[in-house]
């Protein structure tokens, strides 16, 4: 133990701390090298065995640079503090803190945050956590006068630089190759890596001066010819997976309330991310997911815009964590966790407060083209259980705990879909709000989840892992919509034809920004026929 050791030099604390990285919070990394190994055919065991040596010396080498009189033992107590928290996120979920996963925890509110302490957690933080930086606030460092503890430092920061070389001139190729078929395995380095994406986002968004806003589609003109105006509800889902969809193939009935209300399933759908942070901004915005970028998303209009610069009215209401900037030009509302007793915890809402709100702006919106959002809480996890009803709680036995981990996979997915159960009980409520106001507007509901959800698939839970690697089950979702006959008959859409070109799938959240302008027949220059998933069946 540190603190019982005398004497100990900047040296020593340097290597041992380096150890612990190595041997403890590096453990989700040699997890990824094994599953990695156990993919070749051919292995070579003395260069597997080398990594953890090299790992050694390259901390030991970075940790030196920090291990300063004054500056080393807070610098390091906060960095254990936070690696262990990464740790714990890499170990039991298997979440890669990339820059998009530090952009999400950035925007994280202190309800979601809540979401994740469990006593796993909370012992996890202390044992690999504030344990160790006990530790380090009680160890006995001796500094050398400046310049033999300089001398010192130099010798040992070359002679961890020569242990890198001497593997690498060994083992050069075996880590190139290895690394390019593995290339996930950098992400999962603690601390670089984390360390890395932060200084990016911190740069990308408080260093560099702000690029100039630019406006979109001025020239949107509405064009609908018709003395009925359109109503379209969008429903923007939260954390939910097309794989448990029975509209997907699943073998359970978590569609069981809009199977009898003519729902359109569009297959294979892909979101543009893996967490809210990107994925909401991204299906709203002009840019597709592969020239996506959010500093220049968030400097020009987004498809919301776009729609009340052609005079659609227009309102978002919230139950999640926020549009993330989507919304902040047109009128909209976060749902207070403490708006109704009945439907709210303090902390959280069930999804039917959204419906209430419905029932207001309904009975007080003007009788002009409209869109509204609604952003549901959905599926949001890990404390899957706090997001339906004793009354939905259709599939059991369930997971009731946070640390989704600990539950068996049966518990865990049956908690799962009791939320997507949930979800499509309230967007058949949406349907059937819409069905009611037939005489006063052509009606129709879309509802795209912003990203799917790992549930324990590849030793991986949650999401946000970076979307080159991720599982399917994170980036596949469900895209539905419902269009009263009034609406298709007005708006000139062929249903038949609408639903075999929903079941060729082949969509995305890319298609979200041209189908919406199609939708409300909004005509402008950025307008793009290709990406209106509706335009192929208007006669």
Known sequence: MLSRLKNLNSIQFTFILAIYYVCVLNIPLFQIIKQGVDKQADVNMVFIATMPLFLLFALSFIFSVFSVKYLAKPFFILLTLISSSVFFAAFQYGVVFDYGMIENTVQTNQSEATTYLNWASVLNFAVTGVLPSLLIYKANIEYKPFSKELLHKVLFMLSMLAGIVVIGLFYYQNYVSFGRNNDIIKRYIIPTYFIGSAVKYIELNYLQKPLEYTKLGLDAKN???????????????????????????????????????????????????????????????????????????????????????????????????????????????????NSDPKLCNGEFCYDQVLINELDKRLKTIERKDTLLVLHIIGSHGPTYYLRYPEQHRRFVPDCQRSDIQNCTHEELVNTYDNTILYTDYIVSQVVNKLQGESEQFDTAMLYISDHGESLGEHGMYLHGTPYSFAPGEQIKVPLLAWISSGFAEQNRLDLTCLSKEAAKGGFSHDNLFDSLLGLMNVKTSIYRPNSDIFLGCRT
């Open 223 to 337: 064009t609908t010819e018709k003395t009925k105006p359109n109503l379209v509800v969008l429903v923007v889902g939260e954390t939910a997976r097309a794989a448990n969809y029975s509209y997907y193939g699943y073998d359970k009935p978590t569609n069981a309330y809009t199977k009898k209300q003519d729902i359109i399933a569009f297959q294979d759908t892909y979101s543009c991310g893996t967490a809210t942070a990107v994925s909401l901004p991204c299906m709203f915005s002009r840019m597709d997911h592969n020239n996506y970028d959010s500093r220049r998303e968030m400097a020009q209009d987004n498809v919301i815009d776009v729609l009340d610069h052609a005079g659609i009215q227009l309102e978002w209401l919230d139950n999640d964590s926020g549009c993330k900037g989507v919304c902040q030009n047109v009128e909209h509302l976060v749902i207070d966790h």
